[in-house]
C-alpha cells in the first residue's frame, strides 16, 4: 500500500514532515536536523529503513511499505519528568493505534507495544543537540516475518486481519504525542505514571525476569517509583529498582 | 616515608572525604582508599536499591585509572546527570566515544547514560584531556557520580 504523504499534509498543515521512499534510518536523519535546529514537532518518516536502530544497537526489521517508521524531534523542557517522557511515548503510540485501527496493545515497560505477548512497536529515544529524539516503529501491514523474529514479532494486520492505512497511523500518532507533552508540561510526569500503570499489565503483579548483561533479577513487579522506573520484589522480599534491561515475563 | 607521614596522609583523606589518595615521594608510594566511608554514600535505607546496582561500593576502576583521579582538585570531574546505565560507546563492538589520553573539545560526546531506553549524550563541558574513565561501561550509575576526569587545555 502507498502513502499519501499529502493526506497527512492536510491534517496538520503547519507540521514539518520529511517522508523519504527509502532511507538508512529516521533516526540519523532527526539527528542531523536537530543539530541544524529544526523546529519541535519535526517529524522524519520512512517508507523503508535500510539500517533501521534499535535500542544500543540493535537493528529494527523496516520492510519496505508496510511498517511506520519515525522520528519526531521534541524541544519541550520536561526538567522534572525525564526520563519518564519515554513512558509517554509508549502511551501515545497505543492511544494512536486504538484511534487507527481498534488494537488494544499491552505496554511492557517501559515502551514495547506487545500483542499476545509479541511486539507489534518499539520506541527509542534520544537525547541529543538539546532535543529528545523519539523514534518508533509499529509494524502495520506485515503479513509474516523472518523466521528468527516470527516468535517475537507480530503486527497491527496480524492482529486484526486487515490492512490499515498508515497515513491515519501517522496523524494519530502526531496528535497523541502533542497530546502527551502537553500534559508533561502541564501536569508534570504524574499522570503518565498513573495512565501507563493502567495500560500495561507488567507494572504490578507479573512475575518477571530481568536480564542485564550478565546478571539477572527475578521477582514480581510491585509498581512504578515517583520517576517512573519499575519496582520489582525479590523472593526475598527486598524491593529493587529496575533501571534499563529486557523485562520477559518469568514462568 | 615515615609511618607519622602516613598517618598524616590517612587523617588528610578522612578529613577531606576524598574515596583515594596516592602519595607519592623519594620514591616510595602509598595509596590510601576509604572503601567503607564510600560504602555509607551508596546505602540508603528504607529506599529500595537499584536492581542494576546490587553492589555496594562503587564500581571498581580500571586497573590503569586507578590513581585517585578524583582526588586531584586540578582535574574536571564529568559526572552523571541522572541515574541509569553507562555506555562508553555508541554500541556494543563499536569503539568507546573517547579512551583514556584522548584531547576532546567542550561539546564533544564523551559517553551516553541510559535511562529507561531514553539514551543521553554526555557531552565534555571543557576542552581538555581524558585523565580517566571511572566506569566501565555497562555498570550502573548514580545521579552526581563521577564519570571521566579531564585534565583542563
Redesign the interface.
Request: net charge negative; aromatic share 8%.
Given at each position: 500500500m502507498g502513502f499519501d504523504l499529502g493526506e497527512v499534509r492536510r491534517r496538520m498543515p503547519s507540521r514539518a514532515l520529511h517522508w523519504h521512499r527509502r532511507m538508512d534510518s529516521t533516526m540519523t536523519e532527526a539527528s542531523r536536523l536537530a543539530a541544524e535546529g529544526c523546529a519541535s514537532g519535526t517529524a522524519v518518516i520512512a517508507d523503508e529503513q535500510t539500517a533501521g536502530i534499535g535500542r544500543h544497537g540493535h537493528s529494527w526489521h523496516s520492510e519496505a511499505g508496510l511498517g511506520l517508521y519515525v522520528s519526531v524531534v521534541l524541544r519541550q523542557k520536561f526538567v522534572d519528568s525525564f526520563p519518564g517522557v519515554t513512558l509517554a511515548v509508549g502511551l501515545a503510540a497505543r492511544e494512536a493505534i486504538v484511534e487507527a485501527t481498534g488494537v488494544v496493545c499491552d505496554l511492557r515497560w517501559p515502551n514495547d507495544l506487545l500483542i499476545g505477548g509479541r511486539k507489534c512497536a518499539g520506541i527509542l529515544l534520544n537525547l541529543e543537540s538539546k532535543a529528545i529524539i523519539a523514534g518508533i516503529g509499529i509494524n502495520v501491514n506485515h503479513g509474516g516475518f523472518p523466521e528468527q523474529l516470527r516468535e517475537l514479532a507480530t503486527s497491527l494486520r496480524i492482529a486484526a486481519g486487515r490492512e490499515f492505512r498508515r497515513e491515519h497511523l501517522l496523524v494519530e500518532l502526531l496528535l497523541a504525542m502533542e497530546r502527551y507533552t502537553k500534559l508533561i508540561e502541564e501536569e508534570g510526569i504524574k499522570p503518565v505514571l498513573r495512565l501507563f500503570a493502567q495500560a500495561s499489565s507488567y507494572v504490578s503483579g507479573m512475575r518477571v525476569r530481568v536480564e542485564q548483561g550478565e546478571t539477572a533479577l527475578e521477582g514480581v513487579t510491585a509498581g512504578l517509583d515517583e520517576s517512573g522506573f519499575l519496582l520489582l520484589r525479590q523472593d526475598n522480599g527486598k524491593l529493587v529498582t529496575v533501571l534499563a534491561g529486557g523485562v520477559r515475563p518469568a514462568s | 616515608m615515615t609511618i607519622e607521614e602516613i598517618k598524616q596522609i590517612i587523617e588528610l583523606a578522612n578529613e577531606s572525604g576524598v574515596a583515594e589518595i596516592e602519595v607519592e615521594r623519594g620514591g616510595n608510594r602509598v595509596r590510601i582508599r576509604r572503601a567503607a566511608a564510600s560504602n555509607q554514600e551508596y546505602v540508603i535505607p528504607s529506599v529500595?536499591?537499584?536492581?542494576?546496582?546490587?553492589q555496594l561500593a562503587p564500581p571498581p576502576m580500571p586497573e590503569a585509572t586507578q590513581t585517585a583521579v578524583t582526588a586531584d582538585p586540578s582535574l574536571y570531574l564529568v559526572k552523571s546527570p541522572?541515574?541509569?546505565?553507562f555506555?562508553s560507546s555508541?554500541?556494543?563492538?563499536?569503539p568507546a566515544f573517547v579512551k583514556v589520553g584522548d584531547s576532546v573539545k567542550a561539546g564533544q560526546?564523551l559517553c551516553i547514560i541510559?535511562?529507561?531506553?531514553?539514551?543521553?549524550?554526555i557531552e565534555s563541558e571543557i576542552a581538555g584531556t581524558i585523565v580517566a574513565m571511572l566506569v566501565e561501561s555497562?555498570k550502573?550509575v548514580e545521579y552526581g557520580e563521577a564519570i571521566f576526569s579531564i585534565r583542563p587545555a
Open positions: - | 529500595p536499591s537499584y536492581a542494576v546496582a546490587p541522572i541515574v541509569g546505565t555506555y555508541p554500541s556494543p563492538g563499536a560526546v541510559e535511562s529507561m531506553k531514553l539514551m543521553n549524550e555497562g550502573p
